[in-house]
């Protein structure tokens, strides 16, 4: 029996590409990528960001939107037994440029080691822009958290400083203006701060 997986979830500000394997029974069932508890992805999100794992669609949603974070799966179609990986087979692996074209993707990870294998095997001109993490499954007894909140809190970081770097060469090449640089800088600082936010127009996608 072939079994089809998630549409993308993504919008056009998204900048972290997370992908997966394929839907388990449990995320099949319930409509949306992670259902099983057991799995550690959506506490590593959370706790990666300061934040309450999800536990709602909703909320779900709103973590990865908020944090410019799209979600799918190597695979868009295959046949499987249960949840098991190892048993994916005549799959149809998901066109990524439906992401890619119409988001401002500057990393993408992989989730698992299946994952990790289908996307070389068809994606492998993206692997310079990949990251590949260890499975959030329980079935990995062997997880270690901080495998995966080191990368993301580090993206979050360089995407941050990559935008201070282009405020300061902006306000150091003002002109015809009558306020000066501190001020402006400041107000800068506090507005960005205030709003949790960086401008998306001064980021150069790197996944084209």
């Avoid at 069932?29 to 799995?39: A, L």
């Avoid at 098991?84 to 799959?91: A, C, F, H, P, V």
């Avoid at 600082?189 to 127009?201: G, S, V």
Wanted: include cysteine; aromatic fraction near 14%.
């Amino acid at each position: 029996m072939i079994y089809k997986g998630f549409l993308p979830f993504f919008d056009e500000n998204s900048e972290i590409l997370i992908l997966g394997s394929f839907p388990s029974v449990i995320s099949r069932e319930t409509n949306f990528y992670y259902g099983n508890k057991q799995n550690r992805f959506w506490k590593i999100l959370g706790e990666a960001f300061g934040e309450p794992a999800p536990e709602t669609i909703g909320e779900k949603q709103a973590l990865l939107k908020n944090h410019k974070i799209a979600l799918w799966d190597v695979v868009a179609e295959c046949e499987i037994t249960g949840s098991l990986d190892s048993t994916i087979k005549n799959y149809k692996v998901a066109d990524l440029q439906k992401v890619l074209d119409n988001a401002k993707i500057k990393k993408i990870i992989l989730n698992g080691g299946k994952a990790k294998e289908i996307f070389l095997k068809n994606y492998k001109y993206l692997s310079d822009s990949a990251l590949f993490l260890p499975s959030t499954s329980p079935l990995n007894t062997r997880f270690d958290k901080t495998i995966w909140l080191n990368p993301v809190n580090s993206f979050v970081s360089q995407f941050c400083a990559c935008n201070w770097f282009f405020i300061e060469k902006a306000l150091s090449m003002r002109a015809n203006t009558n306020l000066s640089v501190p001020f402006i800088r400041i107000n800068l600082y506090r507005l960005f701060y205030t709003a949790k936010t960086i401008p998306k127009y001064i980021y150069r996608p790197i996944c084209r």
